[in-house]
């Protein structure tokens, strides 16, 4: 039913400086656009990164699924492999380490006034996006290999979307009810 | 509209409004919240100012075109959000040298930059070898219950974690 808006590239590109705009206000609220907040989440001190991510884990996935259980929305998930998600994903929790923001949240912290995010992780990660588009014909060979069987948690689980989402959900609270507990 | 000039609102409740976000971005955009692929994308427009129409012959930027799209705008709007959040807390301050790396590395300024640089590398190189960052794995692909996500999050993580703890642990060795 909005198919002729998703298809109208210059309306998509307002529609995404606005939401890009609410995603900024609420990365900059919840305080993971400082440094500070995100390392100290590394070095399991505090947890408002794991709080922000999996609050919107929660609300989102019951909403998307929902919406797509009427035909409403399309999901985006891609296979992944061992050697794509376990290799890359490592290399990018050492450089999330070293930057203290990740990719979104650098552009929180430029526009907070972070010197480091601009000069350093903006610029770097401008050099590291060419380095991987140099690379690529022979990474990709190598990201091909180790193709994970499934692609979403109810084929590897044997459940229903919803038998997956309500004890997803059951987790995630109790993982809250028990950082608040322990008052981290 | 006090409550746009607090510093800080609870976490749940930021978590919660990006999950609500993520609705309609799938809805009005039929588009995941992301935000990697764009510097790929500025890596390219930059690329092609130096060697021209050149650069679409490279395979990468076959798939990932350097042109202005729906995430590229998204992630300049978290810039514009972000500043605007700050600018109404009276946060958004320019500053070199953040806080937790000051009281353990010193006030010197290249010594910072320079580890960001590397770690902006990294993170990148990162993202497009796992096909997404902690937004479009960390929040879209596990709210959509995909699997690689999960697997790519727990990772980004357990690296963080491993990095971030030796990082800090070197100056008492």
């Known amino acids: 039913m909005y198919d002729s808006l998703r298809k109208n590239s210059n309306a998509q590109r307002a529609l995404g400086l606005l939401f890009g705009i609410i995603f900024g206000v609420f990365l900059q609220k919840a305080g993971v656009t400082t440094y500070e907040v995100i390392i100290n989440q590394l070095l399991l001190t505090d947890f408002t990164v794991l709080k922000v991510m999996l609050s919107a884990v929660a609300v989102g996935t019951v909403g998307v699924h929902f919406m797509h259980g009427k035909g409403m929305v399309n999901l985006h998930t891609s296979p992944g492999s061992f050697n794509a998600t376990v290799v890359g994903g490592l290399i990018f929790g050492a450089g999330f380490a070293l930057l203290g923001y990740c990719p979104g949240t650098v552009a929180g912290a430029v526009g907070q006034g972070a010197m480091d995010a601009l000069f350093g992780g903006v610029l770097g990660m401008l050099v590291g ?31 229903g979307t919803w038998q997956v989402i309500v004890p997803l959900l059951v987790l995630i609270v109790a993982l809250f009810w028990g950082l608040e507990w322990l008052g981290l | 509209m006090e409550w746009l000039r607090l510093e800080q609102w609870s976490p749940y409740i930021c978590g919660a409004g990006i999950g609500i976000l993520s609705w309609f971005t799938l809805l009005l955009s039929d588009k995941a919240l992301g935000a990697s692929t764009s510097y790929a994308r500025t890596a390219g427009m930059i690329e092609r100012l130096f060697r021209g129409s050149r650069v679409l012959e490279r395979e990468f930027f076959k798939t990932v075109t350097p042109t202005i799209d729906w995430q590229w705008m998204l992630v300049l709007g978290i810039v514009i959000g972000a500043f605007l959040s ?34 902006g590398c990294l993170l990148a190189l990162g993202s497009r070898w796992a096909g997404g960052c902690t937004s479009g794995h960390g929040i879209s692909g596990t709210m959509q219950l995909a699997v690689a996500s999960w697997i790519a999050a727990i990772c980004f993580f357990v690296g963080g974690i491993a990095v971030a703890t030796l990082l800090y642990a070197l100056p008492t060795l």
Not at chain 2, 92 to 116: C, H, N
């Open chain 1, 129 to 159: 996006s060419w380095l991987y588009a140099i690379w690529y014909p022979r990474i990709s060979e190598f990201r091909d290999r180790g193709t994970f069987k499934h692609e979403r948690l109810q084929e590897v689980l044997h459940l």
């Open chain 2, 86 to 119: 700050s600018a109404l807390s009276g946060q958004a301050t320019i500053r070199w040298v953040p806080d937790p790396w000051f009281s353990v590395f010193g006030a010197a300024v290249w010594p910072r930059i320079l580890v960001a640089f590397v770690g």
